[in-house]
């Protein structure tokens, strides 16, 4: 019969066994081993502090005013690069036909056309009939350019805040969504930074009117049974005022937009990177939108023809172009193919050719970045 000891009688038959010479040995050996371990530690540790000492350390954007770049963005290019990005097209009024062969140029799917209705009237703004039908069934999820204010009749934007035009906004929306568009993308007042544009926002106080039109015109349409609709914020520097002084706020904004043409600065060919980081250009605007956790889209962008002083047939600027806008998490980017800026319907074949090899298999995340 085995019997179990007591733990006190165990521990004094220990102590017997460890003779003065064993512990001395036994404290020695555990002292050597600690100062081991002590330099282990140091050797690892400063070996980590040289491995993760940046090697490319980016030097910040110089932009005019100061919005930050997205956190860990630098590091992200070096190790996640992403997928193309969606495509969609301007291919002029109603030209179905052309944004179809677009399509078929860039190998890649173009789920998205861009149309800008007609701005000669209200009629023509609140009545969009004739390029609805030619729309119809085309198979492209729509963004429609909508005016603010038509180029005839003396409107204001004075006016259009107080109220007096959301009459002709409720009845746009109201045919909109009768004719199958309730989901379709409104770039409202676009590019309030140029001049031309009868909502242009050249001073302080036309900026404030211009906040107050969109809101006023965001309100009254989603006020309409059955919309759901996405509003497009969409500008660029220009010669008014700074473009974060036309934000018309989050709640009235779902995409932030910009343009990106291979034109500017006074440049020779200036490079994407140039473009890029100017002023107001397409790096604050991502940053911007990402500041305001909206998706972020090139509503207009392309090649430019020399006469234009633009790059002309350039490949190497759509190649960094779309690369950047990859990396930026565009959610979709809408060429210009029309006239004779036209990306692949015209006289630009390098760049076209560049644009079928980068575009392989875009996806359309669309959706997913606005949580609908």
């Keep these: 019969m085995i019997r179990h000891l007591p733990s006190w009688t165990a521990g004094s038959r220990l102590a017997r066994a460890l003779r003065p010479r064993r512990l001395a040995t036994t404290a020695a050996l555990l002292?050597?081993?600690?100062?081991?371990?002590?330099l282990l530690v140091r050797v690892v540790a400063d070996a980590t502090v040289h491995s993760t000492t940046p090697t490319h350390a980016a030097s910040p954007t110089a932009h005019a005013p100061t919005v930050g770049r997205r956190a860990g963005v630098a590091h992200?290019?070096?190790?996640?690069?992403?997928?193309?990005?969606?495509?969609?097209?301007?291919?002029?009024?109603?030209?179905?036909?052309?944004?179809?062969?677009?399509?078929?140029?860039?190998?890649?799917?173009?789920?998205?056309?861009f149309d800008y209705l007609d701005g000669t009237s209200w009629q023509t703004i609140d009545d969009p009939r004739w390029f609805l039908e030619r729309w119809d069934g085309s198979g492209f999820k729509m963004i429609w350019g909508v005016p603010m204010l038509p180029s005839t009749?003396?409107?204001?934007?004075?006016?259009?805040?107080?109220?007096?035009?959301?009459?002709?906004?409720?009845?746009?929306?109201?045919?909109?969504?009768?004719?199958?568009?309730a989901n379709s993308l409104i770039a409202l007042g676009w590019d309030p930074n140029d001049a031309s544009v009868p909502w242009a926002a050249t001073s302080a106080q036309a900026a404030r009117l211009y906040v107050a039109y969109w809101r006023q015109v965001?309100?009254?349409?989603?006020?309409?049974?059955?919309?759901?609709?996405?509003?497009?914020?969409?500008?660029?520097?220009?010669?008014?005022?700074?473009?974060?002084?036309?934000y018309p706020g989050d709640t009235y904004v779902d995409l932030v937009a910009t343009d990106a043409f291979d034109v500017g600065l006074g440049l020779a060919n200036p490079s994407w990177s140039e473009l890029a980081s100017a002023a107001y250009g397409p790096d604050w605007f991502a940053a911007f939108a990402a500041q305001h956790h909206k998706p972020f889209m090139i509503a207009k962008w392309g090649v430019v023809p020399t006469a234009a002083s633009g790059g002309g047939d350039d490949p190497t600027f759509v190649r960094q172009f779309l690369a950047?806008?990859?990396?930026?998490?565009?959610?979709?980017?809408v060429a210009w193919d029309d006239g004779s800026w036209a990306l692949a319907g015209?006289?630009?074949?390098r760049s076209a050719q560049m644009l079928r090899t980068a575009e392989a298999d875009a996806p359309a995340p669309l959706a997913r970045a606005v949580g609908a």
């Excluded at 002292?31 to 002590?38: F, M, Q, T």
């Excluded at 070096?78 to 301007?90: D, F, I, N, Q, T």
């Excluded at 950047?324 to 980017?333: D, K, L, S, Y």
């Excluded at 015209?346 to 074949?349: A, E, I, L, T, V």
């Design 218 to 246: 965001v309100t009254t349409m989603r006020s309409v049974a059955g919309q759901q609709f996405l509003f497009v914020w969409d500008d660029a520097a220009g010669s008014g005022v700074a473009p974060d002084t036309l």
């Design 76 to 113: 992200r290019r070096l190790v996640a690069p992403r997928p193309p990005v969606p495509l969609g097209v301007y291919a002029g009024p109603g030209s179905v036909a052309t944004a179809d062969a677009f399509g078929a140029a860039a190998g890649a799917p173009v789920p998205y056309a």
């Design 31 to 38: 002292a050597a081993a600690a100062l081991a371990l002590w």
């Design 346 to 349: 015209g006289s630009f074949p």
């Design 324 to 333: 950047w806008a990859a990396q930026e998490g565009v959610v979709m980017a």
């Design 153 to 181: 009749g003396g409107a204001t934007m004075a006016a259009g805040a107080a109220g007096l035009y959301d009459g002709y906004f409720s009845t746009l929306a109201q045919v909109l969504v009768a004719n199958g568009q």
